[in-house]
Nanobody, 119 residues
Framework: QVRLVESGGGLVQPGGSLRLSCAAS????????MGWYRQAPGKQRELVAD???????HYADSVEGRFTISRDNAKNMVYLQMNDLKPEDTAVYYC?????????????WGQGTQVTVSS
């Protein structure tokens, strides 16, 4: 089985920061691009950041300049540093391996980690 375990979420005030972690039990982890998705209540799941096997990164316009994705291939870990958080960032955040066209590589998802930005 592919196992993805997200952690690090919590309740923060607008302008605050959080660092999310993803432990990815994936064979040949180094060969996969990895991404962070988020899903807010009543909204579609969206890809907010991704990092390739060569560590090239991309960000959704809504988080560009505020979020930073990184990976540690030796530890099979993916991180998402989130700064200057806004209420609209409130969502459950998931990590996932990415395939062609940045689509999810696997059908298995983790439990996600809740991020709530509120004053």
């Amino acid at each position: 089985q592919v196992r993805l375990v997200e952690s690090g979420g919590g309740l923060v005030q607008p302008g605050g920061s959080l660092r999310l972690s993803c432990a990815a039990s994936i064979t040949y982890f180094r060969l996969y691009a990895m991404g962070w998705y988020r899903q807010a209540p009543g909204k579609q799941r969206e890809l907010v950041a991704d990092i390739g096997k060569g560590e090239n990164t991309h960000y959704a316009d809504s988080v560009e300049g505020r979020f930073t994705i990184s990976r540690d291939n030796a530890k099979n870990m993916v991180y998402l540093q989130m700064n200057d958080l806004k209420p609209e960032d409130t969502a459950v955040y998931y990590c996932q391996a990415l395939g062609t066209g940045s689509s999810p590589a696997f059908s298995t998802w983790g439990q996600g980690t809740q991020v709530t930005v509120s004053s």
